[in-house]
């Protein structure tokens, strides 16, 4: 995709010419920070945004969907772009550690950037429902990792009150801050495509991610960098479906584990954004998660993690609904290197195991 001339300017301007600043540098008019603040980047944001013809095709009517991959940002998901502002703000403010709960992706994402920041990061998580590859993060990059025998909602129940007791900075998305940082993935939306979409698919666990989007859609809007505004398409998993179905879920339970959230912090923000863009929310099943997890690998060479997954599937689910040439973005919310044990469980590929190693039998198998 072309960049835009504005993109250009600021890859002129960062000291080394093709290097994209990170989205503090790159968004800064936007953004609530001053010269005063230190900023911790690891050069997030600029993810591509990817045509999908395999899912245009299944939909027709001329409709054109494209992929948002932020599984491609430094810590392979879209919360680094929070991130980078709330440690920012944090360092700004002097802080000397952080503390989230996780479903996996906030605590590798808080654990990378307050280590670059020079903070102790503590991260609070579910034992037993996060991906590998998340916890492994979380490990390498030095975070003190507390897992905690109940699910996401304890936790965060359990981080909001020890940040305000207990002089430590709280970075999960009830961290203004961190909205702020996500948003951006709106605007370069816009800038790629030279307007809004006409619909945004994005899954919802804490719902941050949708409010963020909605934000930086009206602010271009409101701006004329868009002509439109999308309509807010929120996916949940159903057994974790706190926003379809309006009530908390007390035992949530999906193969999506970063989704599998049942009382969602920011779900009046979410059901604002919904009723001021006519969106709608709606759920899918495990298995057409997994079903459009695997269409994605498959058929288009992109690996997402499940839960990135539901945004694909809920537009599958849906797509009599679309209007003809739509223009359509579904947000892939993370890598799917995070969740390897989801991979290798969930693939139609051929497996040929404890093979002789000599060129006959391998031609052999292979069919010859
Ligand atoms: C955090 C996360 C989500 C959910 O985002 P919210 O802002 O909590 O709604 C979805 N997918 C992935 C991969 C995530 O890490």
Not at 277 to 282: A, D, M, P, V
Request: hydrophobic letters at 40%; aromatic letters at 8%; a positive charge.
């Amino acid at each position: 995709m072309a960049l835009t001339e504005r993109i250009k300017g600021i890859f002129k301007k960062s000291r080394n010419q093709n290097k994209w600043p990170g989205l503090i540098e790159a968004y800064r008019p936007w953004l609530p920070v001053s010269a005063k603040t230190p900023v911790i980047s690891l050069q997030e944001g600029a993810t591509p945004l990817i045509p999908v013809d395999s899912i245009s095709k299944r939909i027709q009517k001329g409709v054109r969907v494209y992929v948002k991959y932020d599984g491609l940002n430094p810590t392979g998901s879209f919360k680094d772009r929070g991130m980078t502002m709330a440690i920012s703000k944090a360092k700004e403010a002097g802080c000397e550690a952080i503390i989230c709960a996780s479903t996996g992706n906030t605590s590798a994402s808080a654990a990378a950037y307050a280590k670059r920041g020079g903070m102790r990061a503590f991260v609070l998580i579910p034992d037993g429902y996060v991906a590998q590859g998340k916890l492994a993060q979380a490990l390498v990059y030095g975070a003190e990792v507390l897992a905690i025998k109940g699910n996401f909602d304890i936790a965060l129940k359990i981080v909001q009150d020890i940040s305000k007791k207990y002089p430590i900075t709280l970075v999960n998305s009830v961290n203004p801050y961190r909205l702020q940082g996500q948003k951006t993935a709106a605007f370069e939306i816009i800038e790629n495509l030279g307007t809004a979409p006409d619909w945004l698919c994005i899954p919802m666990g804490n719902a941050g991610n949708i409010s963020a989007y909605w934000m930086g859609f009206k602010e271009y809007f409101q701006a004329k960098k868009s002509n439109k505004l999308p309509r807010m398409m929120g996916f949940q998993a159903k057994g974790s479906a706190p926003l379809v179905f309006d009530k908390t879920i007390e035992t949530p339970e999906t193969i999506a584990t970063a989704i599998r959230i049942g009382n969602p912090v920011n779900k009046e923000k979410a059901k604002k954004a919904k009723k001021e863009s006519q969106g709608e929310f709606n759920y899918v099943t495990d298995s057409e998660i997994i079903e459009a997890y695997k269409i994605l690998g498959q058929e288009e060479g992109i690996f997402c993690e499940p839960a990135s997954a539901a945004s694909i599937a809920g537009l599958l689910k849906i797509k009599d609904k679309i209007p003809e040439n739509s223009q359509i973005v579904c947000v892939l919310t993370g890598n799917g290197l995070k969740d390897p044990e989801c991979a290798i469980k969930n693939n139609d590929s051929i497996f040929h195991q404890n093979l002789n190693p000599n060129i006959d039998s391998i031609a052999k198998t292979m069919g010859f």
